[in-house]
């Protein structure tokens, strides 16, 4: 039996909890206090990163995901945000994995970002190295980064893995100037997805310890007393995912099924066509009613 971690509510450190969802080796709670789904107990291999050394092999460094995340589409609506609120400078993007948003930075605006990349994941890292992305083979919280260096700090897809994400954030609070933005993209707990399928859904799995709403993300910053939140989103939408969930019943995907749809759905997106502009209606319909896969919220630092 792995060892696990019992913790306190992720968003208001609150100990009262009511049973949410169980789902093989997940078992998911959420707080009375605040009303946060998360992952309690959790494996201790989890909050010490070595969980995701062994991951690397089978899921981030196979052709396929490779070329998924380097695709120029993989990360086309985190660069038109950011870009929005951060037209140049200093960039730390915090579990970079294998370096693919801070790549893409550089190919669209090349000398506009000064960049940086940080994870646990060794391999990973090896791979954005390959690929000319600088990085730093250190956890973020361990690593003294100075104060006040930063234009962004970007975490795309990290908050739901992090067992306490509120240290994240005072972190970045710390390391941005004032003005600097901070940028953080979480599966949302609200998404058309999840409440079609509940636990059967995918992306209720063992790496992700946390499930954001809009109002438990909102409470989460607002613990940062620097940090204010200047834009809250609901973006993406695979519907691919949720239709092969629907049909699965809750079976375990394999990380070389997830891959696969992954390269599918890469090129479609790149297809262009009729095709895509429904499925751009569709993901911006249900992102106006907050339905869509993931949230996106961008703080500013005071
Ligand atoms: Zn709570």
């Given at each position: 039996m792995a060892a696990m971690i019992e913790r306190p509510c992720p968003v208001c450190d609150g100990r009262e909890t009511r049973p949410h969802w169980r789902k093989g080796d997940v078992t998911l709670v959420q707080c009375r206090a605040c009303g946060m789904v998360f992952a309690n107990p959790v494996p201790a291999a989890l909050a010490s990163g070595e969980h995701y050394e062994g991951l690397a092999a089978g899921l981030y460094l196979t052709a396929d995901k490779l070329a998924a995340d380097y695709a120029p589409v993989r990360f086309e609506r985190e660069l038109k945000l950011f870009r929005q609120f951060c037209p140049q400078g200093k960039v730390l993007d915090v579990g970079c994995s294998t370096g693919g948003f801070l790549f893409q930075l550089e190919a669209r605006w090349p000398g506009d970002y000064e960049r940086l990349g940080t994870d646990v994941v060794g391999p990973a890292l090896d791979y954005a190295t390959s690929r000319g992305?600088?990085?730093?083979?250190?956890?973020?919280?361990?690593?003294?980064?100075?104060?006040?260096?930063?234009?962004?700090?970007?975490?795309?897809?990290?908050?739901?893995?992090?067992?306490?994400?509120?240290?994240?954030?005072?972190?970045?609070?710390?390391?941005?100037?004032?003005?600097?933005?901070?940028?953080?993209?979480?599966?949302?707990?609200?998404?058309?997805?999840?409440?079609?399928?509940?636990?059967?859904?995918?992306?209720?799995?063992?790496?992700?310890?946390?499930?954001?709403?809009?109002?438990?993300l909102r409470r989460l910053v607002a613990?940062?007393?620097?940090?204010?939140?200047?834009?809250?989103?609901?973006?993406?939408?695979?519907?691919?995912?949720?239709?092969?969930?629907?049909?699965?019943?809750?079976?375990?995907?394999?990380?070389?099924?997830?891959?696969?749809?992954?390269?599918?759905?890469?090129?479609?997106?790149?297809?262009?066509?009729?095709?895509?502009?429904?499925?751009?209606?569709?993901?911006?319909?249900?992102?106006?009613?907050?339905?869509?896969?993931?949230?996106?919220a961008v703080m500013e630092k005071k």
């Open positions: 992305v600088t990085v730093l083979h250190e956890g973020f919280l361990e690593h003294d980064f100075g104060g006040g260096q930063f234009d962004a700090l970007t975490m795309w897809a990290v908050a739901e893995h992090l067992i306490d994400p509120s240290k994240f954030l005072a972190k970045a609070a710390v390391m941005l100037r004032p003005g600097g933005h901070c940028f953080v993209l979480v599966p949302n707990l609200k998404s058309l997805a999840m409440r079609l399928l509940g636990s059967r859904y995918r992306y209720v799995m063992v790496e992700h310890v946390n499930y954001f709403s809009a109002a438990t613990r940062v007393p620097d940090l204010e939140i200047v834009a809250l989103r609901s973006t993406h939408f695979n519907p691919v995912v949720l239709w092969q969930d629907w049909r699965g019943q809750g079976r375990r995907v394999s990380d070389a099924e997830r891959v696969a749809l992954l390269k599918r759905t890469t090129s479609w997106k790149q297809r262009g066509g009729p095709l895509r502009w429904g499925y751009r209606a569709v993901e911006t319909a249900l992102g106006a009613v907050g339905l869509a896969d993931n949230l996106v």
